[in-house]
């Protein structure tokens, strides 16, 4: 059983950062997670992948902008963004081998 906690989402303003965690309470040994999100038309995307090897994939919309990380001794995946924009508001979900978490709230507005 995954049980999963995001943390960070927030109101910003364009052009700025955020910082967004994943907490997996687990003993499942991690294989692939990551990030997705539905924005307010409920369009779903997938934004930042880690496998258990430390690959990582992005979306298009987000690549070089968005950087993912986790920490496997804290069970954690970490999503770094930067230079927000508008159309990145959107509930983020964090994904840990399947699962996904409750999802928070990004929104960036002025």
């Known amino acids: 059983q995954v049980q999963l906690v995001e943390s960070g989402g927030g109101l910003v303003q364009p052009g700025g950062s955020l910082r967004l965690s994943c907490v997996a309470s687990t003993t499942e040994r991690f294989r692939v997670g990551g990030w997705y999100r539905q924005g307010p038309e409920l369009q779903n995307e997938m934004v930042a992948l880690?496998?258990?090897?430390?690959?990582?994939m992005y979306g298009d919309s987000v690549k070089g902008r968005f950087t993912i990380s986790r920490d496997n001794g804290k069970n954690t995946i970490w999503l770094e963004m930067s230079n927000l924009k508008s159309d990145d508001t959107a509930v983020y979900y964090c994904t840990y081998n399947g699962n996904r978490g409750q999802g928070t709230q990004v929104t960036v507005s002025s």
């Open positions: 880690i496998t258990d090897d430390f690959s990582t």
